[in-house]
Every structure is written in structure tokens, then in C-alpha cells.
């Protein structure tokens, strides 16, 4: 418990301050991770890359889960701009506080399936680095969730329905993801919901996919970026008019009580229910200050980005098995 909270801790501070990475020029990687080798999936087929069974589903009613995890790569020292697959800093914390504290929340609806992939360091994504390497990296990480997803596709599909889940960069691949392979495509019939949580997505950014306002819908995608109530982000304008969808009535309620949040899956491993209450704003998601034993904490955050999952994991939990049975009927 100590260790989880002093990983968020150090991930919050990265996210806080100004950081100066070092500077390396991109060198062009054609090697493609065959992903016929389990040993390049976190979990596999509901089995993780340790032996343990993840999720409890109903063969005659669950869909598939395909994961894919946030920036696990954000060492300063390292020059590097994408991670090797088989990094053993990522790849261990993708099995010990991922696939726990964000991926589980999915694997009672359908077998769940999450590569490991050559993630883009954290330094990509912002100037003066996204010009100098870093587009190059993006491109790189998701050929290998495209990779995994044809696999996954060609070896285990076999007409299942799919839920497509993942929070921030692993977001940010799917959005492409849903893009290339299921706006107006034949594999839109198979999609129960696509959870692009933690990255900024807009109604344009598909052609025929549209945003979820039912608990009960299928076929479409949902998508928050979570924020403490009051506060804004200094790229606040970023957000404007970016899809937010209320991840605790799943519908068009600007606002949600604190006695309706099902919840909210702490590092005590405690899962807390009605502890936080949430209000749409332009384009993002205010949360109050969750009701949690030792939340002082949490009251010197304001950017809740790497809680997005969990604040909402019960949420989420039963909101995907809602659906998939909505998928059947």
C-alpha cells in the first residue's frame, strides 16, 4: 500500500512540474513483436503473464476485453523514446498496480486481453520533444497495439462481441484504433463500448461512432478527463468542447450525487462507495474531494488524471457487464 501510494505520488509530481528531458534523435525501428508469443501480453485469454486467472465471466454472455494500459515510461534519464517491449520497470508495473487498480474493472464482463507494446516515452507527447522524435514514437507505439489487435483478432475473436477499454496514451491508441477499424466498418456490429478514458476525444474525430448516453447503449464510445471540483487546468482550453461523459449515471445528468457513485477502488485495496460526487464542465470532469480515510493527501492534487479509472472503478465494473448484457437482448 505504501508503495502504490508513493508511485502516485511521484507520477503526480512529473505531471505537476516542468520537467526537461533529455534530448535524443528518433532512430526508425522496423522490428514488428510477434505477438503469437505470450510472453508479450500482461494478460492473455483472462490469464496473466503470472499464472493467475483474472476475472470471473459467463462463457454464454461475456464479451472480450482488449486493454490497453497508460504511460508506465517516464524516466528521466532515459534517452530512450520508446520502451524496449520486454522492459521489466513497465512490464512490472503494468501486473502489480494496472492490471489491478484500472484493467480488473472490465474483467467480469469478457475475457481480457492486454498487450505489452513498445509504450512512447511521457516527454512525446509535449513540445519541444513531440518535433524532435516524438510523433515518430506515438507512431511506433500503436503499430504494436494495432499488431497485438490484428492478432487478437486472427486468433481469438471468432465473432465475439468486444469491449475496447484504456486510459490516457493506452486511450489514445485505441481512439486510432476505433478509427481504422470500426467508424463505419463491418466490426462496428461487434462493439459493445469503447471506454477512451483520460484523453481528449471530440464528436468529430469519427464519422459514424457516436458518444454513449444510456447506460444501457451500446456501439459507441465514452470518455472523461477528471479534475478536483473548482479547479482548472492551465490547458484548460485544450478540453473545450471534448466529449465527457458522467461515469456514474452514464448519461447526459450534468451532475451526479455522492449517494449514487458505487465506488471508488483505494489503495487499501477497500473499494468505497458513495465517497464523491461529479459536474460536467466544458469538456472536462470536476470530482469533489473523495470521502477516503487518509485523503489529506489528495487535498494538495488537483489534476485527477491518474485516478480516472480509479475513482469510478465499481462504476465501471458494473457498467460494462450492463452493457454486454444490453448487447445480448
Known amino acids: 500500500m505504501q508503495k502504490l501510494s508513493s508511485y502516485i505520488f511521484i507520477v503526480f509530481f512529473l505531471n505537476a512540474c516542468n520537467v526537461t528531458y533529455p534530448i535524443a534523435s528518433f532512430t526508425t525501428n522496423t522490428n514488428v513483436i510477434d505477438y503469437s508469443d505470450t510472453n508479450h501480453w500482461a494478460v492473455y485469454d483472462a490469464i496473466s503473464s503470472n499464472g493467475e486467472t483474472i476475472g470471473t465471466i459467463s462463457e454464454s454472455t461475456a464479451a472480450d476485453v482488449f486493454y490497453v494500459y ?7 534519464k532515459n534517452t530512450n523514446w520508446n520502451a524496449a517491449i520486454d522492459d521489466n520497470n513497465v512490464n512490472t508495473d503494468v501486473i502489480k498496480w494496472i492490471l489491478p487498480y484500472q484493467a480488473a474493472a472490465w474483467a467480469d464482463a469478457g475475457r481480457l486481453f492486454i498487450p505489452f507494446y513498445r509504450q512512447n516515452h511521457y516527454r512525446a507527447f509535449f513540445e519541444p520533444y513531440r518535433n ?8 511506433l507505439a500503436y503499430s504494436d497495439v494495432k499488431a497485438a489487435f490484428d492478432h487478437y483478432m486472427a486468433h481469438e475473436n471468432n465473432g465475439r462481441p468486444i469491449i475496447l477499454a484504456g486510459h490516457s496514451q493506452g486511450a489514445l ?8 477499424y470500426f467508424d463505419g466498418k463491418f466490426l462496428q456490429n461487434q462493439l ?23 447506460p444501457e447503449q451500446i456501439g459507441g464510445y465514452v470518455s472523461w478527463n477528471s479534475y478536483k471540483k473548482g479547479k482548472y487546468p492551465k490547458y484548460y482550453s485544450w478540453y473545450n468542447n471534448a466529449v465527457t461523459t458522467n461515469p456514474v449515471n452514464w448519461d447526459d445528468s450534468k451532475k451526479s450525487l455522492m449517494l449514487e457513485h458505487k465506488g471508488l477502488f483505494y489503495y487499501d485495496n477497500i473499494i468505497y ?3 464523491l460526487e461529479v459536474e460536467k464542465i466544458n469538456g472536462m470532469l470536476w470530482v469533489s474531494l473523495p470521502k477516503v480515510p487518509k485523503r489529506f493527501w489528495m487535498s494538495f492534487v488537483n489534476d485527477y488524471h491518474r485516478f480516472d479509472v480509479t475513482l469510478f472503478w465499481e462504476d465501471i465494473r458494473q457498467n460494462a457487464l450492463q452493457r454486454v448484457k444490453a448487447f445480448y437482448q
Open 70 to 76: 497508460p504511460t508506465l515510461f517516464i524516466d528521466k
Open 273 to 275: 462507495d458513495k465517497c
Open 192 to 214: 459493445v463500448a469503447a471506454y477512451l478514458i483520460g484523453t481528449r476525444v471530440m464528436e468529430d474525430d469519427f464519422k459514424f461512432l457516436k458518444p454513449l448516453i444510456s
Open 132 to 139: 524532435q522524435g516524438g510523433v515518430e514514437a506515438i507512431a
Open 173 to 180: 491508441h485505441l481512439k486510432k484504433l476505433l478509427q481504422e
